[in-house]
Structures are given as structure tokens and as C-alpha cells.
């Protein structure tokens, strides 16, 4: 393995997936870091490490926030998945402000279950395109 000077082997390739990633491919990332994030702060509230708890339930409300920003709202779909969003977000930071491990899981289970669609979205599409010969 070739490791580059003040470079860590295993972020140099999270950002080159990053890079190299369809715009469906970077939304299944962020619904998959949302999850950890969510994951981590359960564990925290669990342990009473409030202080982590709170940086992993913030850097999941970023990501709710950044997936917002993807929405085109001109689409009627686009203002229902803001509504859900909008649930997500507050049920966060209701789960953070009070530490309440349901809240987070809650959360956890609606970004769970959009992710899993959006993967079943990503992959099906994948397949067109692959039959297609490359073209949509």
C-alpha cells in the first residue's frame, strides 16, 4: 500500500469515492453517514457522553440539512421529501436537545428507510444503464 506523506490511505479514498460518485451515488452517501451519525449518538446518549452525543447528532442534522439543499422543489415529490426531511430534522434535534434515544431512533428508522430506497433507485438505474449500453 502506498501511503502519501500526511495523507491517511483510508480518507484519500473516502474523498476519492467521493469524487469519482454519481449524484445518486453522493446522496446514498450522505443517507449512510445520516445513519452512522445517528448511530453514534444513540450509543453516546446510552453512555451519557453528551458532549459526543451532540457533535454526531449535529453532524447528522448537516447532512438532513445538505440533503435538503438537493431538493428541486419544481417537482411535487421534491416538497413531499422536504416534509419528511423537516420530520427527520426536528426529531433530531428534539432527540439531542433531550437525549432521548427513541427520538434518535426514530430518526434513524425514516433515514434507514429512505436510504434503502434510494439504494434499490441507484442500483435499478445502474442496470438500465448498463443495458442500455451506456446511455439513458
Known amino acids: 500500500m502506498v501511503v502519501l506523506a500526511g495523507g491517511n490511505p483510508y480518507s484519500q479514498y473516502r474523498e476519492q469515492s467521493a469524487a469519482t460518485a454519481s449524484p445518486g451515488e453522493l446522496t446514498l452517501m450522505l443517507y449512510d453517514g445520516c445513519v452512522k451519525n445517528l448511530k453514534l449518538s444513540k450509543l453516546y446518549i446510552g453512555e451519557r457522553d453528551y458532549a459526543k452525543a451532540n457533535d454526531t447528532s ?21 416538497s413531499q ?28 428508522e425514516f433515514i434507514s428507510e429512505l436510504r434503502d430506497t434510494w439504494h434499490q433507485a441507484v442500483r435499478l438505474n445502474r ?7 451506456g446511455h439513458i
Open 58 to 78: 449535529k453532524k447528522a442534522q448537516a447532512i438532513v440539512d445538505e440533503l435538503i439543499k438537493t431538493l428541486d422543489l419544481r417537482y411535487d415529490v421534491a
Open 81 to 108: 421529501m422536504l416534509s419528511l426531511y423537516d420530520f427527520v430534522l426536528r426529531t433530531i434535534v428534539e432527540g439531542n436537545v433531550q437525549k432521548d434515544a427513541a427520538k434518535i431512533d426514530t430518526a434513524i
Open 127 to 133: 442496470q438500465k444503464v448498463m443495458v442500455s449500453g
